[in-house]
Every structure is written in C-alpha cells, then in structure tokens.
C-alpha cells in the first residue's frame, strides 16, 4: 500500500451498517495475506487472514475477499459496532518459501457513528 | 504472561543516547519480528529471528541499529547515538514457528528523541 502520511483514509458508517475496507496489494508472488485491527494505544490485534488457494474466509461479522487477478483484498465487517472503531491494516508476505516477513499497508481509519 | 510484553511502554531520551528496547516473546514461540511504526503510518518490518539467530536483519535501516535474541526467548533492540527521525513505536510479535500465520504483536515501545 501506499503511505498516507498522517492523513490516514477514514469510512465512517453508522452502527449497525456493514463496512468495508480495502486494500490493494503490489506483490503478485504474495501467498499469505492478513488484517489487523490496531486501537490507539495498542499493537496490531489479528482479524482474519487467507491463503491465496482461496478468494473468500469467514470469521465471525469478518469476512475477507481475495481478487488475485487486480491484487485487491477487502475486509468486510458486517453489523458494525462502536467496538469496532480502529485502524485497519492489511498486511502480505513476500512470497512462498519465506518466513511470514508482513509488508503492511497504511492503514484505514474506521469510525462508527451511533 | 499469556501474550507478547514489551518495556518499556514509553523512553522518553535526548539526541545522541543509547536506548535499548525489550520484547518477551509467548512463552514457546520460535520466531520473533520487530518492526517500528512511525505516527499515522504502516508498519515497516526491522528483523526477523528464528530462535536465537537473526536470519533478515533487512529491515534496520543503519548500523546504529542492532538487535539479539538469547536463550530462544527475549529480544532486545538497540539504537545506539538516536537522532529525532528514531522518533516511533517499536514492536515486537512472535509465532510458534516459521512461516505463514498469524504474527502476535505486543503494544509497543513508544520511543520520543528530544
């Protein structure tokens, strides 16, 4: 992902909307991508993550796509909750064969509205 | 403790100090990844070890940048003479072993150069 400098790119929805978010990812050899949910404060929390044998995983109120064809990743949250506030980072690997070393985007603020 | 620890939270130092940061991986996790997170950024990866060795050291952008790793367990980074631009989060994560899976990340060393 490219770097936004502190003006992160934010969606705001309204609780009870589904969100999404996207990502477009740049190494087409990627094998393994991932996203995160970082609050203020806090370090990077685990979401969800695919493997690229697959274009689509479901978590609980997550669900990520995989598009390998325009190298696009989208988390979807469904019933968005104040609880969900964030940053959203998606992240993917170098490649096969390697040792999970995360290239990350810049992140996407989320803000839920009551 | 059950996740990934790291101290200090915060270093407050002037210009041209030493600090060195700490991270206590999960308790049998092998591998280990630091990476630094400049404000309203991405993540950017430093090193990455598989038990005590240090097999992508890539990420450190200059010599004054050194990290170990002893016993398979805690890590330490350390920046040697810091200039304002080491001004950031530092993380740690850590995973059970090599390759592709989910990266448990600690809340960080917020750094601050004066």
Redesign the interface.
Known sequence: ?E??????PTLSVQEGDNSIINCAYSNSAS??F?W?KQES??????II?I?SNMDKRQGQRVTVLLNKTVKHLSLQIAATQPGDSAVY?C?E?EGPGG?????????TRLAVHP | GAGVSQSPSNKVTEKGKDVELRCDPISGHTALYWYRQSLGQGLEFLIYFQGNSAPDKSGLPSDRFSAERTGGSVSTLTIQRTQQEDSAVYLCASTPRRGNQPQHFGDGTRLSIL
């Open positions: 992902g770097s936004v400098g502190l003006h992160l094998d393994y991932i995160y404060g806090k370090g990077p929390q685990f993550d493997r980072f992240a690997n040792y999970n070393k995360l290239i990350f985007g810049a992140g």
